[in-house]
């Protein structure tokens, strides 16, 4: 049997991304989606020399000749225009966030000094030029780029895209995407099932993979019958821009979906893993159009969505899609066949480094075992024995 190895997979699926265009949307809509422009400072930041105490501010050339007792002139309020300082031997009190006023160089804080009838006298001996004022353009100049296009936007981003008055943004659209169990054994959630029977859970895990991708997926099922599959998937090949399946790909009779995929045009790129849990894994294209056909076991289609679905849905929208997290084996384990195994662990930290422990579950079927786990290290297909401390790859889904 011809098997494709894991980091073949990944490859060819990494090599089939694709870029499902651009949208324009309300900033305050665009928290989790991928930014595609450029964020320019459309002024300096800050605008203007900006007062960062409530105090006065003064001429320090004057204190600099000794003169400690300042009249006071006027009031600089933050949002009013930008007043002067007619006689550089009296001050202006300035709030934080006001203009520094003209003919001013330096802000000295109200708890320095003492203000009576009038008069602001300093209780300093030392003053810099410019104290406690945060200079034009300080952070960034007009022009200069604040948040790089391919950025991944958070309430940091709101804050600048409001600042700089992006009402509007730029953002990768987000691929229409639908789930599709297959089985007769298959009830809904709030059914209760014949004793022959189970109830749907592989499509709301992968659900929740994908909600917290931030794609909204609609889900659908199909009864084993190969006429119904292929009408129903013909018309989800014509809608949708992915389609995520679980079942119906191995060796059973009732296994249709490899064969009317490729009835319908699409071009299998490869079919069969090298890998436990998730062997019979199934993917391929047809022009714009991408299909991962997940085996049905909970496990399997758990791992193989977070293994290849994931880094594929990132590298379409232009974000870093590497998992370069690994952990160290707290323990001996074996594991005979010649395939990539995903071990379902535990995870502790000591001292910095991320601890995994084999957590044994009975199975790919096992469903209830992954809330005992945290994650998967992966551990490689050219061995038999893992050794407590070696460090491998982890798949962490916590």
Known sequence: MNLTTVQKALEIILNNTVDFGVEEIDFLESEGRVLKENII???D?????RVSMDGISIDIEAFKKGQRSFKIEGVQAAGSPQLTLDNS???????????LPKNTNAVIQYELLDIENGIATLNVEELKYFQNIHKKGLDRKTGAILIKKNKIITSAEIGVLATVGKSKVKVAKQPKVIIVSTGNELVEVVETPAEHQIRRSNVYTLVSILKQLGIKAETAHILDDKEVLKTK???FLTNFDVLLFSGAVSKGKFDFIPEVLEELGVEKQFHKVKQRPGKPFWFGKKQQKTIFAFPGNPVSTFVSCLKYFTPWYKKSLGINFTNNQTAILAEDFTFKPSLTYFLQVKITQKEGKLIATPISGKG???LANLVDADAFLELPDDRTNFTKGEVFPLINYR
């Open 45 to 49: 930041f800050p605008p203007f020399d």
């Open 89 to 99: 031997e009296n001050c202006m009190e300035t709030m934080t966030g006001a203009m």
């Open 41 to 43: 400072a459309d002024r």
């Open 364 to 366: 790919s079927g096992d």
């Open 233 to 235: 998937i013909e018309d």
